[in-house]
């Protein structure tokens, strides 16, 4: 029973190129949320997605970053002409989809480390 | 205050007790959480509680909570070499969706053997 997998471990990137993360959710877990960790900070939330919908995207700049998270394949954190202000610890969580609210339930991956040079 | 605040470094020795403390901001937080992040990996979930909860003991973990003084604790008896990592401190605000935590900054533990 793999758990949140994230790939890559580790992106570098120069500036203005395209940075792809992705996340895979532990089997049976129908949501996914995108935290970001910038050097000595906590994490940030960025977005909350579930199959084929943005249900929270309060935490995302407004430029350059995208989300999605398709009926098949794993979720993509997506961000568009990288600036070295990008470079942070990116982590993915999954949930399982209950009736009831289900922050108790949170699973983190590894995370990704974007090096924006 | 607006940030969850918390110390961020702590050093104890193996076999003492360890005690974080967290400053949250939102007394209305449903859920407040302990997480545990080892070198190079994600976070663990340590432990919750629950608002309407004081205290909360798993195992070596004792979690105290003050409403009042939006004030979180973690205690960690016989403290191990294993223990080192850094711990994040966590709520869950009613305005925010599922799944939108807000994190302290971090305290790293260190245990000498």
């Known amino acids: 029973n793999a758990g949140v997998m994230q790939n890559p471990r580790h992106l570098v990137r120069r500036r203005g190129q395209e940075a792809r993360l992705r996340c895979s959710p532990m089997k049976g877990h129908s949501h996914v949320y995108w935290y970001r960790q910038l050097p000595e900070e906590g994490l940030k939330f960025m977005v909350y997605l579930q199959k084929e919908n943005i249900i929270d995207e309060s935490g995302m700049p407004k430029e350059r970053f995208s989300a999605e998270f398709p009926k098949e394949g794993p979720s993509i954190l997506r961000i568009q002409q990288v600036v070295r202000g990008d470079s942070a610890a990116y982590f993915c969580?999954?949930?399982?989809?209950?009736?009831?609210?289900?922050?108790?339930?949170?699973?983190f991956g590894s995370g990704t480390q974007l090096s924006v040079l | 205050g607006e940030d969850v605040e918390q110390s961020l470094f702590l050093s104890v020795r193996e076999g003492d007790s360890s005690v974080i403390n967290c400053t949250y901001t939102?007394?209305?937080?449903?859920?407040l959480y302990w997480y545990k992040q080892e070198p190079g990996a994600g976070l663990q979930l340590l432990t919750y509680?629950?608002?309407?909860?004081d205290m909360k003991q798993d195992q070596r973990l004792t979690v105290l909570l003050n409403k009042k003084d939006k004030h979180l604790s973690l205690r960690i008896a016989d403290t191990q070499t294993g223990d080192s990592a850094i711990y994040f401190c966590?709520?869950?605000?009613?305005?925010?969706?599922?799944?939108?935590?807000?994190f302290g900054k971090g305290t790293k533990l260190s245990v000498k053997p």
């Open positions: 939102d007394s209305s937080s449903t859920y």
């Open positions: 969580a999954s949930s399982p989809q209950t009736g009831a609210r289900t922050n108790e339930k949170l699973f």
């Open positions: 509680i629950f608002s309407n909860m």
């Open positions: 966590a709520e869950s605000p009613p305005g925010g969706s599922q799944g939108n935590l807000i």
